[in-house]
């Protein structure tokens, strides 16, 4: 059916319909370490616009001056292994995956992965 293209095969190489090859993913895995040392993955869909609210409130709470980066390409988000967003990643380690933190939460883990 033509019409809404079924029966025609996709040009991506990937699942997430990215391309996901070797130099791209080469690429995610260098920009894991550049930017911010707290980042969201995610969309940019109602929840994970939540979760970084919530960094934002535990980082000020925290008196900790962060900036925080927001992740939205599949191709980065993969390389953190990552299959379920949002997710909270902090100095480069994922710390939860899958579900909106609230504000307390993330301020118990970023005091444990911090010190």
Known sequence: MALFNFGKKKDTSC???????????AKAESAKKE??????L?????????LE??????????GMDTEIDH????????????????ALVVDGKVLAYGKVLKTDEIVKLLQKRRG
């Open 71 to 86: 992740i939205t390409d599949f191709t980065q988000i993969a390389a953190y292994g990552v299959i379920s967003v949002p």
């Open 42 to 50: 995610g969309s940019g869909c109602a929840k994970c616009n939540q």
């Open 35 to 40: 930017g911010a040392s707290v980042k969201i």
């Open 15 to 25: 699942c997430c319909g990215s391309d996901c090859n070797a130099e791209s993913m």
């Open 53 to 62: 609210a919530a960094a934002r409130a535990a980082l000020k709470q925290l």
